[in-house]
C-alpha cells in the first residue's frame, strides 16, 4: 500500500492565484483531514470529512474548500492565495477516527 | 478540547530510556491519550495510545496515572531515528468528535550519539 500520497510535494503561488492539493489514501479509510502546520507550530486542522458527499470545518477553515466525491482523494482548494497561506499542509486518513495516518506533505509558499 | 501540558524539550543519549511527561489535568472520562511524533521534514506518524490502563507496543509503553490527569511515553532505548517532536493529545471518543486531532507545540527530543 500507498498509503496517503499527496502531490505536488512543493509550489509557490502569486497573491491571488488559485490552485488544488491533491490527497489520496488506498486503505480505504473512511475519514480523511487536512491540516496546516506554520513554523515551529503544531498542526492545525482545516475541514475533515467522514465520508464520500460529507465534509466539515476544522479549526482553521477561512480560505480553503474541499469536496470529497470518492472515499480515496480529498482535495483541497485554494481560491484567492494569500501570504498567511504559506505554511505546510498535511493530509492524514484513519479509520472510524482510530489512528490517524499522515501524508509527507506540501510546502506551499505564497509571494 | 482538553488541553495538555508538555516540556518544549528534552534531552537523551543513544540507547538510555526516554521518558517524556504530560499533563491533561483537564481530561475528561472519554478522552484517549494519543502520542504523535514528527520527525524532521516529515508528516506525524501515530506512536500509542490509552485510556486508563498502561500500554506497550514495538515502539514504546504509555504509563497513565491513576487518576489520568498525567501520563509519561516511555522510549526504551532511545536511537539517532527517535529524535524527533513528540505529541501528547487527547482525543474526545465521544459521537461527534471524527477522531480530530488537536496538536500543541509539543517536546523536541534531541538525542545524542
Known amino acids: 500500500n500507498a498509503g496517503v500520497t499527496q502531490t505536488p510535494k512543493f509550489r509557490i503561488l502569486k497573491i491571488g492565484q488559485s490552485m488544488t492539493l491533491q490527497c489520496t489514501q488506498d486503505?480505504?479509510?473512511?475519514?480523511m483531514y487536512w491540516y496546516r502546520q506554520d513554523p515551529g507550530m503544531g498542526l492545525k486542522l482545516i475541514y475533515y470529512s467522514v465520508g464520500a458527499g460529507i465534509t466539515d470545518k476544522g479549526e482553521v477553515p477561512n480560505g480553503y474548500n474541499v469536496s470529497r466525491s470518492t472515499t480515496e482523494d480529498f482535495p483541497l482548494r485554494l481560491e484567492l492565495a494569500a501570504p498567511s497561506q504559506t505554511s505546510v499542509y498535511f493530509c492524514?486518513?484513519?479509520?472510524?477516527?482510530?489512528?490517524?495516518?499522515f501524508g509527507p506533505g506540501t510546502r506551499l509558499t505564497v509571494l | 478540547d482538553a488541553k495538555t501540558t508538555q516540556p518544549n524539550s528534552m534531552e537523551s543519549n543513544e540507547e538510555e530510556p526516554v521518558h517524556l511527561p504530560c499533563n491533561h489535568s483537564?481530561?475528561?472520562?472519554?478522552?484517549?491519550i494519543h502520542w504523535y511524533r514528527q520527525l524532521p521534514s516529515q508528516g506525524p506518524e501515530y506512536v500509542i495510545h490509552g485510556l486508563t490502563s498502561n500500554v506497550n507496543n514495538r515502539m514504546a509503553s504509555l504509563a497513565i496515572a491513576e487518576d489520568r490527569k498525567s501520563s509519561t511515553l516511555i522510549l526504551h532505548r532511545a536511537t539517532l531515528r527517535d529524535a524527533a517532536v513528540y505529541y501528547c493529545i487527547l482525543r474526545y471518543a465521544g459521537g461527534t468528535s471524527y477522531g480530530k486531532l488537536t496538536f500543541g507545540q509539543g517536546t523536541i527530543l534531541t538525542v545524542h550519539p
Open positions: 483537564t481530561i475528561s472520562g472519554t478522552d484517549y
Open positions: 492524514a486518513s484513519s479509520y472510524a477516527g482510530n489512528e490517524q495516518f
Open positions: 486503505m480505504n479509510h473512511n475519514y
